[in-house]
């Protein structure tokens, strides 16, 4: 407890590794937060002991059973008890949660970014793959002080890897034409698949999840809300970003593909499932075939995308298609639009009057007129004067 001396200055009595101590301060606001530090210690040594015996290995399974199956899907729990399995567990599994420190993920930071593919120069796991792997296990100690097993989070400082802006990949209208007037020869169903994500920017999962019941023929709206997982073999009545259907609108392009495949349809699905199972390895060895420039199947979301902003469409309305969480996932697609910067410059296309001359050719063809900032003028002071340069 704080108290008060004749002087007018506070001291703090203490006790520490079984000695006695006492600190004097100034003024009593100093010595009331220094009191509070000292709580904060006492409070972390309980925490610490407490962790003492609970190795990383046994809270990820803690971690797996009590948070992770209740809070998240199955695909992506099942991901990321194969990043602990995988990455986290053989660093520092056997090391006790309280024993735990920033270089411990450091190590494995470093070591993911000097894995190499076996023979080649090229790097094994992506910046991207690395941040998700560092997040993990920053949010693992994030529950861990939540649960009260640990005071602070040992890798909350562990940096991530900086990454560069993804490029994406698309066709343009003729290669997209050009594939598919061969496909449609070779296999009509596959090609009715790539039409359909062309014009709609659905995901394989989406498109493979995709029913009868979701298509509203009268209103040439479908709905989005179903997934089919080809890992898992499973359907998720969610999207990726979604856990509501979003209605949509079609057009004519796919109100006609969907139309004709009705009189003929077979199961609940559009599209057979076990036909789309290879799809981007067949849409790969499709490409090499008719000679048309290889993407791969999620780029056929990229050229839905594309060819909206290239037709002048606005980024929010992309945004809504696309079914973006955020903007800035659109902004992507900024660059193709035919307005981006267009007449950003011409701001400076400034008739200057009175004040000076104009931004325009001289009557001699050779000579332009260029304003430069001058002295300040003498009849007002706060107005900045203009000087005339001739350039040839």
Not at 192 to 221: P, S, Y
Not at 233 to 243: I, S
Not at 321 to 328: A, D, F, G, V
């Amino acid at each position: 407890m704080a108290e008060k001396l004749m002087s007018g200055s506070w001291r703090v009595r203490f006790r520490k590794n079984g000695n006695r101590h006492s600190r004097v301060f100034s003024t009593k606001d100093s010595a009331l937060k220094f009191e509070a530090s000292l709580r904060l210690e006492s409070v972390e040594d309980i925490l610490q002991d407490e962790a003492s015996d609970l190795t990383f290995s046994e809270f990820s399974e803690k971690w797996l059973n009590e948070y992770c199956r209740v809070e998240k899907a199955e695909t992506q729990w099942k991901e990321d008890k194969s990043v602990i399995d995988n990455h986290l567990k053989p660093a520092f599994g056997a090391i006790q949660l309280g024993s735990l420190r920033k270089m411990d993920l450091n190590e494995v930071k470093l070591k993911l970014q000097r894995s190499f593919k076996p023979g080649k120069k090229r790097v094994l796991y992506a910046p991207k793959t690395i941040n998700n792997i560092i997040g993990l296990a920053k949010k693992m100690m994030n529950t861990a002080t939540e649960w009260e097993l640990l005071a602070r989070n040992p890798f909350l400082e562990v940096k991530k890897i900086k990454v560069r802006e993804q490029d994406f990949d698309f066709w343009t209208t003729e290669e997209r034409d050009g594939f598919l007037s061969k496909c449609y020869e070779d296999d009509p169903e596959f090609a009715d698949a790539v039409q359909v994500a062309c014009h709609t920017g659905l995901r394989l999962g989406e498109l493979a999840g995709l029913t009868w019941i979701a298509i509203d023929f009268n209103r040439k709206m479908f709905a989005v809300k179903d997934t089919y997982c080809f890992k898992l073999k499973k359907e998720f009545n969610h999207t990726k970003t979604h856990d509501k259907a979003i209605h949509l609108p079609m057009n004519q392009i796919v109100m006609s593909i969907l139309m004709r495949r009705k009189t003929s349809r077979q199961g609940v699905t559009i599209f057979t499932q076990d036909r789309l199972k290879d799809a981007c390895k067949k849409l790969q060895s499709r490409c090499r075939k008719y000679g048309v420039r290889q993407i791969r199947f999620h780029d056929l979301r990229h050229t839905f995308a594309s060819s909206l902003a290239m037709a002048g469409v606005d980024l929010m309305v992309i945004k809504d298609l696309m079914r973006h969480k955020s903007y800035q996932m659109t902004l992507r697609y900024a660059h193709l639009h035919p307005d981006h910067l267009r007449g950003a410059t011409d701001v400076l296309n400034i008739e200057f009057g009175s004040r000076g001359p104009s931004l325009a050719h001289d009557k001699n063809p050779k000579l332009f007129v260029w304003p430069t900032f001058g002295p300040r003028n003498e009849k007002n002071p706060n107005e900045l004067g203009f000087n005339a340069v001739a350039t040839n």
